[in-house]
């Protein structure tokens, strides 16, 4: 599976990587793009998880995909400013697991995917594994700290 690649900027941001010897995007043969793009690219919420539709972020491409279902993101970011307690650590895993769901579980990247979510000092601690017929294709382990603007620091990455 060939995808551009995305990494972490020293401020904390994903960005696309250029190639400055080919002038062009980086490019990679494996899932390391689906991690953060699944689950740090925000979906947008129904009205019923928040009133004002000015608020209700989303990534303008998910009109494209509408009637397919499909909706790239996830919901994490509705998670923002939710004290650090057993309950945001059972939403964190019902979200990431959706977002796993839908970005690689149901297009057939992975038979099946091991998630992990735990409460780290401040932060959550999220470990994902990925398997394709009883083989590990990747992991990806994060923290994520729901209240700060600089809140994601990428722990590792296998693929």
């Given at each position: 599976?060939?995808?551009?690649?995305?990494?972490?900027?020293?401020?904390?941001?994903?960005?696309?990587?250029?190639?400055?010897?080919?002038?062009?995007?980086?490019?990679?043969?494996?899932?390391?793009?689906?991690?953060?793009?699944a689950?740090?690219?925000?979906?947008?919420?129904?009205?019923?998880e928040?009133?004002?539709?000015?608020?209700?972020?989303?990534w303008?491409?998910?009109?494209?995909?509408?009637?397919?279902?499909?909706?790239?993101?996830?919901?994490?970011?509705?998670?923002?400013?939710?004290?650090?307690?057993?309950?945001?650590?059972?939403?964190?895993?019902?979200?990431?697991?959706?977002?796993?769901?839908?970005?690689?579980?149901?297009?057939?990247?992975?038979?099946?995917?091991?998630?992990k979510?735990?409460?780290?000092?401040?932060?959550?601690?999220?470990?994902?594994?990925?398997?394709?017929?009883?083989?590990?294709?990747?992991?990806?382990?994060?923290?994520?700290?729901?209240?700060?603007?600089?809140?994601?620091?990428?722990?590792?990455?296998?693929?």
């Open positions: 599976m060939q995808d551009v690649l995305i990494e972490m900027t020293a401020e904390g941001y994903f960005d696309l990587v250029i190639d400055s010897s080919k002038r062009d995007f980086s490019s990679v043969s494996g899932v390391e793009t689906i991690f953060p793009v689950l740090f690219t925000d979906a947008r919420a129904a009205s019923s928040e009133a004002d539709p000015t608020k209700r972020r989303g303008v491409g998910n009109i494209l995909t509408h009637d397919s279902g499909f909706e790239l993101g996830s919901k994490l970011w509705l998670l923002r400013q939710d004290r650090l307690a057993p309950e945001l650590i059972n939403s964190t895993r019902r979200v990431v697991k959706n977002a796993i769901n839908s970005h690689v579980i149901i297009p057939g990247i992975a038979d099946r995917a091991d998630i979510v735990t409460k780290d000092g401040v932060a959550v601690k999220i470990y994902i594994a990925l398997y394709k017929e009883r083989n590990l294709i990747a992991t990806y382990s994060t923290l994520w700290n729901n209240s700060k603007t600089d809140n994601v620091r990428r722990l590792e990455s296998k693929a």
